[in-house]
C-alpha cells in the first residue's frame, strides 16, 4: 500500500499532512488533493466496457458505492443503466452459447456457464431494482427513500 500512497503524492494526486510522532511509529495522514478530488471524480465517471463487464463487475460495484455524494442521481442512473445493459448482453450471449449445444459433450462447462449466467442475472435483477428504487419507480423495493439529486 505504501509504494502506491507514494507514487500518489508523487504525482500530485495526495498529499500528507505533517506526520504526527506515536511511539516508534509516525502517523502520516494522508489527503486528496484538488487534482486527486478531479481524478476520482473521472474514474467514477468511467463507461462500463461490456467486454470486460465479468471481470471488472466488483469494481463497478465499488465505484457504483462511491458514488454516494460525488455524482448526481442522472449520473448514478445512467451507470447503472449501462451495467445492466453490459449485464444483459453478457448473460443473453451466454444463454445462447449454452443453448446451441457447442458445450453438450462437457456437461461440466455447461454447468459452470449456467452458474455464470445465473450469477449475472442476479447481478442484473439487481441493477434494474437499484434504477427502479432510484428514480421511484411504482413498485420499487425502498422507493420512498430513494435519495433526490
Known amino acids: 500500500m505504501y509504494p502506491a500512497l507514494r507514487r500518489l503524492v508523487a504525482g500530485g494526486l495526495l498529499s500528507i499532512e505533517d ?30 466496457q ?28 445512467a451507470f447503472l443503466t449501462s451495467l445492466a445493459g453490459a449485464l444483459e448482453g453478457f448473460v443473453s450471449g451466454t444463454e445462447r452459447y449454452v443453448a446451441s449445444g457447442a458445450q453438450a459433450a462437457r456437461p461440466l462447462a455447461t454447468l459452470a456457464l449456467e452458474h455464470g449466467i ?14 427502479a428504487t432510484l428514480t421511484g419507480q411504482p413498485g420499487s423495493a425502498g422507493a420512498s427513500g430513494a435519495p433526490s439529486g
Open 19 to 48: 506526520a504526527i510522532s506515536r511511539g516508534r511509529r509516525e502517523l502520516r495522514v494522508y489527503h486528496a488533493t484538488e487534482a486527486g478530488c478531479a481524478e476520482h471524480l473521472d474514474w467514477l465517471r468511467q463507461p462500463v
Open 50 to 77: 461490456p467486454a470486460t463487464i465479468v471481470q471488472d463487475l466488483g469494481l463497478h460495484l465499488m465505484r457504483f458505492a462511491m458514488m454516494e455524494n460525488q455524482l448526481e442521481l442522472e449520473e448514478v442512473v
Open 118 to 131: 445465473a450469477v449475472h442475472r442476479t447481478s442484473l435483477e439487481w441493477a434494474r431494482s437499484a434504477i
